[in-house]
Structure formats: structure tokens, C-alpha cells
């Protein structure tokens, strides 16, 4: 009896820990949303501000490079309008499948998830006005070779603008900043000239670049 008790509670044991495992890693992907917005983002990030400044018009093509969940994707949907286009690209497969399902249930008709490399956004040959990133351009290799590549996906008069942290705040300590004269230096290496450069928020640079 008590070896066939045993035996029961470790096939119980078994099953839960299978639960377990089956729901983290349905959560996987939730749990790295999550890491892509971060905590109170809203208060620091200031996206409408952002979203503002880039004075998109109805009908803008836009490609968010490193989407993640979406957070200025939708954004910039609202702001291109049905004539516009968004796309969304993103490097995680995983990411990328979840975000598109939910663009579709939300209804989002205007973005178009591309699954890119690291050294390729793939971005359709007809191009795009606006290439933004936020909080993503620390992360790319080679980025003076990355950006002069990607000038072939601006239509004239494109821009591209980026975000990302430059040491100014305590997440200076893991090492995910880069100091604004070596993005302007990188950009202008890759053969962009600095068009804007904003100041409101208290941790990120926020430039404007476009082609000579």
C-alpha cells in the first residue's frame, strides 16, 4: 500500500511539474513582452510626445525595427492612418508571431510584421519615410555598416530617427546606453547629417537623421 501511495504521489508530483512547465513556457512570450515594455514605461518613455515630434502625415510608411511587443507600432498605425504603412521588425520569431496575432485580433489592417536579420531589416524595396528605433540601437552590431545598408530603404527625404538610452540613468549600470556623440558620430560615418535632436526625455537621446 504504501509503495502504491508513494508511487501515486510521484506520479502527481510528475503531472504538476508538467503544468508547470507547459504554462511557463506559454508565458514565455508574455514574460518577454513584458521585459520589452518595462515597468512604467509610459512616465519615462513619453511616447505620445515622441510619436508627436516625428510629425508623421497620413500615409507615412514607417518600420519600427525592433517592435517587440508593438509599443510604438500601434502607435504609429494611428498616426499614418489606413493609406499609411507600419512594419513591424523584429529579430524574435516568437515575438514577431505573438505581436502579429494580436495586431490582427485588435484589428490593425495597416502593419505588416517582417521577420529580419540581424544585419538586414528586410524592408520592402518600394521603402519608407520613417525608420525609428527605440531603446534597440545599443543592441546592433556593426551599426555604421548596418545604417549606410539601410539607406536603401529610405524613399527621398526619409529619416531615421533613434531612441536609446545614453547614461544619463541608473540602468547605465548593465551596460544598455550609448553616448549621444558616438551615435552622431556613427550616423555621420554612415553617411547621415543630424537633423533634430530633442531633449524631453530624461533618459534617452532622441535624433533625427536624414541624408545629405
Known amino acids: ?8 504521489a510521484h506520479s502527481r508530483t510528475l503531472g504538476l511539474a508538467l503544468v508547470a512547465g507547459l504554462v511557463f513556457l506559454a508565458s514565455c512570450t508574455a514574460l518577454k513582452r513584458y521585459a520589452y515594455e518595462g515597468f512604467g514605461r509610459d512616465g519615462w518613455q513619453k511616447p505620445d ?3 508627436a ?5 497620413a500615409g507615412d510608411r514607417v518600420a519600427d525595427l525592433g517592435s517587440g511587443g508593438g509599443y510604438f507600432t500601434f502607435r504609429f498605425s494611428r498616426a ?3 493609406a499609411g504603412k507600419v512594419y513591424a521588425v523584429e529579430v524574435d520569431r516568437d515575438m514577431l508571431e505573438d505581436f502579429a496575432e494580436r ?3 485588435d484589428g490593425y489592417q495597416n502593419i505588416e510584421p517582417i521577420l529580419a536579420r540581424y544585419d538586414d531589416p528586410l524592408l520592402p524595396e518600394s521603402g519608407v519615410d520613417l ?4 531603446n534597440v540601437y545599443h543592441h546592433i552590431e556593426g551599426r555604421v555598416k548596418y545604417f549606410a545598408d ?7 527625404g526619409g529619416r531615421i530617427a533613434i531612441v ?3 547614461g544619463r540613468h541608473w540602468t547605465a549600470i548593465f551596460g544598455h546606453t550609448t553616448p549621444v556623440e558616438l551615435v552622431k558620430k556613427e550616423m555621420e560615418e554612415a553617411g547621415y547629417r543630424l537633423e533634430r535632436e530633442f531633449d524631453f526625455l530624461d533618459r534617452q537621446a532622441f535624433l533625427v537623421f536624414s541624408r545629405p
Open 1 to 8: 500500500m504504501m509503495a502504491r501511495s508513494a508511487s501515486q
Open 49 to 51: 510626445e515622441v510619436v
Open 53 to 57: 515630434a516625428l510629425a508623421l502625415r
Open 80 to 82: 499614418v492612418g489606413p
Open 103 to 105: 495586431a490582427k485580433k
Open 131 to 134: 525608420i525609428f528605433t527605440s
Open 150 to 156: 539601410a539607406a536603401k530603404y529610405l524613399r527621398a
Open 164 to 166: 536609446d538610452f545614453d
